[in-house]
Antibody
Framework: QVQLQEAGPGLVKPSETLSLTCTVSGGSMNSYYWSWIRQPPGKGLEYIGYIHNSGSTNYNPSLKSRVTISVDTSKNQFSLKLRSVTAADTAVYYC??????????WGQGTLVTVSS | DVVMTQSPLSLPVTLGQPASISCRSSQSLVYSDGNTYLNWFQQRPGQSPRRLIYKVSNRDSGVPDRFSGSGSGTDFTLKISRVEAEDVGVYYCMQATHWLWTFGQGTKVEIK
């Protein structure tokens, strides 16, 4: 059974870069799309973007200028970088696999607070 | 972007009674492969979202059969046949047909 786990700093200063890594265990990353999703406290869910194991990406247009998602299949990991963060980027960040199949594993989520 | 509109946004229910949540999309969710990529999620208080239903009406593994999904095109429904205490939480529909994949606003289910 595939499991995902997010890791990264829980506190980031305004204007700096948020960096998170998702480690995939229990299965291969090949032939799947890997996503980042976020949820501000008390609010709804928003897709940030996804990456295929081949390296192709697609990003939320509202975040595209600040986001980079990358993959390292040798480590079974994919990563998120969000630049120039503000308080509006405070959220629980989830990593997940693609949403189309009979299994849709998510990480447990990690809260990232943007504050000085 | 495809806008997903849920109703109601708040749903007080009596234990043992049925409940129904509607989700409408701003455009058809039928993909070129013929599938409709409409998912339903449950988020219990303090927990991560958990998918209940995929491709409109398929239950995920371990999901009780009191949960069912139906619909087509732009109109979809999640039904709980008999609400139990553990069903309290926020329910989201989500489309994965058109990028940017998008969620509804959420429907909060609570016990009367």
């Amino acid at each position: 059974q595939v499991q995902l786990q997010e890791a990264g700093p829980g506190l980031v200063k305004p204007s700096e870069t948020l960096s998170l890594t998702c480690t995939v265990s229990g299965g291969s990353m090949n032939s799947y799309y890997w996503s980042w999703i976020r949820q501000p406290p008390g609010k709804g869910l928003e897709y940030i973007g996804y990456i295929h194991n081949s390296g192709s990406t697609n990003y939320n247009p509202s975040l595209k200028s600040r986001v980079t998602i990358s993959v390292d299949t040798s480590k079974n990991q994919f990563s998120l970088k969000l630049r120039s963060v503000t308080a509006a980027d405070t959220a629980v960040y989830y990593c997940a696999r693609d949403p189309w199949g009979s299994s849709f594993p998510w990480g447990q989520g990690t809260l990232v607070t943007v504050s000085s | 972007d495809v806008v997903m509109t849920q109703s109601p946004l708040s749903l007080p229910v009596t234990l043992g009674q049925p409940a129904s949540i509607s989700c409408r999309s701003s455009q058809s969710l039928v993909y070129s492969d013929g599938n409709t990529y409409l998912n339903w999620f449950q988020q219990r208080p303090g927990q991560s979202p958990r998918r209940l239903i995929y491709k409109v009406s398929n239950r995920d593994s371990g999901v009780p059969d009191r949960f069912s999904g139906s619909g087509s095109g732009t109109d979809f429904t999640l039904k709980i046949s008999r609400v139990e205490a553990e069903d309290v939480g926020v329910y989201y529909c989500m489309q994965a047909t058109h990028w940017l994949w998008t969620f509804g606003q959420g429907t909060k289910v609570e016990i009367k």
